[in-house]
């Protein structure tokens, strides 16, 4: 709820302060007196668009603060959370407009972007009029409007749910034919190349080896010449057998050399041990060497084989066996492809299904709940001196999608007989004026958490259609904050609350001022909009029926 007010050095407004309560708060005074330019500077805090040069002559800036009431379930307050802006019970606007049009604003002292606060404000204020911007002339809203006013939040929730489950098992269904497509294309190479891998089976480190054994076997004959003059040198027709000889002779001698025969007979045979397993490496090379030429053959042959298939598939010789299980893969899913479609189709089939079923529970609640609309429209009609007029919802089909399978048109007839069309186009002022006001009376609920404007809703009626119009915004008020800008005495009279704008002249300057006005002076001012600038008796006694026949 609107708590107040506060201009400062907007247009012809200095400095103007104002507080609201909840109930119908009139607006009234004289043309160009400035209540358009209030609307204005409410506008511009709430970050609506409008008009541009707001700042007063003479002024560097102008800046206007609104303050508002956010109850516990407020739906601004997710609006706040996802912004990172401190929630209170009190929210508080304020924006500045320099002279060369630069705009800032803050929530709660925190500095904002104009998206954020125009998203805020969604939530704070409704405008209504014969330029009505806030949806009730747009087909677009209509859909939405209807849903709201049918209590359809848990059937559009369900069709919203299985909309995107049929999206994704669609999906799911496209991308698995776009791969059977592509594995299609290349059957004949992958089955090709998982053969030729599977006959020729490398392993990981393969190749690794198969190239040290050729190298190996390559040079093989001829080290094993020298390999075996040295394993002769050490046997026993060498180094062992002189070894041997010299260990018998000293010992043969040791008796008699008093001990000095100890150590070195020690050392020959530490000597031997180590001459021993030096002999058994040698030999055991030896036997390494000895290779069939032909297995040089073989071992050259599949080196080559892995090397050129890894070519030829631009890998690595090690990442040949990974390969050959990928395109194994491939092959799987092309062979069972025609099972996997048919499981993901029947998954479409079963998703369409249940969109359809939600999505027609949802569409026959709506055409029950604009049977429903149009006649609480019919009934709102006929005080507002329009019970010739026809207000019809038309539901049509549309192409599917998360909101459902209809499209929403209110329409109108005037006239019995007569053409049907969109709002905007068939209704002359003072009958759109009526119908977006018992369109509007219609549309709210009970518990309403923001504030509703009515710019001269009243334009173009009077006498008992007047009256008419002001209690239907007076109901409204029951439920919700409501301001309304009216020329008309009828529905002044059944105002809360009562603001007369009026224009404040100097010889170099026009100033406007909003004053909250007594019981005495809303009677005068209630006479003066019953018979003009002359206030006469009657005109006040007839202010004073009004007031008090509320």
């Known amino acids: 709820m609107l708590r107040g007010l506060d201009i400062r050095d907007m247009l012809i407004i200095d400095h103007l302060s104002l507080e609201f309560s909840s109930g119908l708060n009139v607006l009234t005074g004289e043309t160009g007196a400035g209540k358009s330019i209030l609307l204005d500077s409410l506008g511009f805090v709430l970050g609506w668009r409008g008009r541009a040069d707001l700042v007063r002559s003479g002024q560097d800036q102008g800046e206007v603060s609104a303050w508002f009431d956010l109850g516990p379930s407020h739906p601004a307050r997710a609006v706040l959370q996802e912004a990172g802006i401190p929630i209170e019970d009190e929210l508080i606007l304020r924006r500045v407009n320099t002279r060369d049009g630069r705009k800032t604003a803050w929530i709660?002292?925190?500095?904002?972007?104009?998206?954020?606060?125009?998203?805020?404000?969604?939530?704070?204020?409704?405008?209504?009029?014969?330029?009505?911007?806030?949806?009730?002339?747009?087909?677009?809203?209509?859909?939405?409007?209807?849903?709201?006013?049918?209590?359809?939040?848990?059937?559009?929730?369900?069709?919203?749910?299985?909309?995107?489950?049929?999206?994704?098992?669609?999906?799911?269904?496209?991308?698995?034919?776009?791969?059977?497509?592509?594995?299609?294309?290349?059957?004949?190479?992958?089955?090709?190349?998982?053969?030729?891998?599977?006959?020729?089976?490398?392993?990981?480190?393969?190749?690794?080896?198969?190239?040290?054994?050729?190298?190996?076997?390559?040079?093989?004959?001829?080290?094993?010449?020298?390999?075996?003059?040295?394993?002769?040198?050490?046997?026993?027709?060498?180094?062992?057998?002189?070894?041997?000889?010299?260990?018998?002779?000293?010992?043969?001698?040791?008796?008699?050399?008093?001990?000095?025969?100890?150590?070195?007979?020690?050392?020959?045979?530490?000597?031997?041990?180590?001459?021993?397993?030096?002999?058994?490496?040698?030999?055991?090379?030896?036997d390494a060497l000895e290779f069939n030429p032909h297995d040089l053959e073989l071992a050259e042959e599949r080196l080559f084989a892995i090397r050129a298939l890894a070519r030829k598939h631009t890998v690595a010789p090690d990442e040949l066996p990974t390969l050959a299980q990928d395109l194994i893969a491939k092959l799987d899913l092309l062979d069972m492809g025609a099972g996997g479609l048919k499981e993901l189709n029947a998954a479409v089939a079963a998703a369409q299904a249940a969109y359809d079923e939600a999505a027609g529970v949802l569409s026959r609640a709506r055409k029950s709940a604009a049977q429903a609309l149009d006649l609480a429209m019919g009934a709102e009609l006929a005080p507002l001196k329009m019970e010739r007029a026809v207000f019809t919802t038309q539901v049509k089909d549309a192409d599917p999608s998360a909101t459902g399978v209809d499209q929403l048109d209110f329409v109108v007839a005037t006239n019995p007989g007569g053409p049907a069309g969109p709002l905007a186009k068939i209704a002359s002022g003072g009958e759109l004026s009526r119908f977006l006001l018992a369109l509007k009376v219609c549309l709210s609920r009970a518990g309403a958490q923001n504030t509703m404007i009515f710019d001269e809703i009243d334009r173009g009626v009077g006498g008992a259609t007047a009256d008419a119009?002001?209690?239907?915004?007076?109901?409204?008020?029951?439920?919700?904050?409501?301001?309304?800008?009216?020329?008309?005495?009828?529905?002044?009279?059944?105002?809360?609350?009562?603001?007369?704008?009026?224009?404040?002249?100097?010889?170099?300057?026009?100033?406007?001022?909003?004053?909250?006005?007594?019981?005495?002076?809303?009677?005068?001012?209630?006479?003066?909009?019953?018979?003009?600038?002359?206030?006469?008796?009657?005109?006040?006694?007839?202010?004073r029926t009004l007031i008090e026949g509320r």
């Not at 007979?265 to 000597?271: I, K």
């Not at 029951?478 to 100097?506: E, M, N, Y």
């Open 108 to 286: 709660n002292d925190r500095r904002v972007s104009g998206e954020v606060l125009r998203a805020v404000s969604e939530h704070l204020v409704e405008l209504h009029g014969q330029h009505d911007d806030r949806g009730l002339l747009d087909p677009k809203g209509h859909r939405d409007l209807l849903d709201s006013f049918g209590g359809h939040d848990d059937m559009l929730t369900t069709v919203s749910a299985a909309y995107r489950a049929l999206r994704a098992a669609e999906k799911d269904l496209r991308t698995a034919e776009s791969a059977q497509e592509e594995l299609r294309a290349e059957e004949e190479f992958l089955r090709h190349a998982v053969d030729e891998l599977q006959k020729l089976a490398p392993e990981v480190g393969e190749e690794a080896e198969l190239d040290s054994c050729r190298r190996l076997m390559q040079g093989a004959e001829k080290i094993r010449a020298h390999i075996a003059h040295a394993a002769q040198a050490l046997g026993r027709e060498g180094a062992e057998g002189m070894m041997s000889d010299a260990m018998r002779w000293l010992d043969g001698a040791a008796d008699a050399a008093e001990g000095r025969l100890e150590e070195p007979l020690a050392a020959l045979s530490r000597a031997m041990v180590e001459l021993d397993d030096a002999a058994q490496g040698v030999e055991a090379c030896l």
């Open 469 to 543: 119009v002001g209690r239907r915004l007076s109901r409204l008020a029951q439920d919700a904050q409501v301001l309304v800008v009216t020329h008309s005495p009828q529905v002044a009279a059944l105002g809360d609350r009562h603001f007369q704008v009026a224009k404040q002249q100097s010889a170099d300057m026009t100033l406007s001022r909003v004053d909250l006005l007594s019981d005495t002076a809303r009677v005068n001012e209630i006479a003066r909009m019953i018979s003009g600038d002359t206030i006469t008796t009657e005109a006040r006694a007839a202010a």
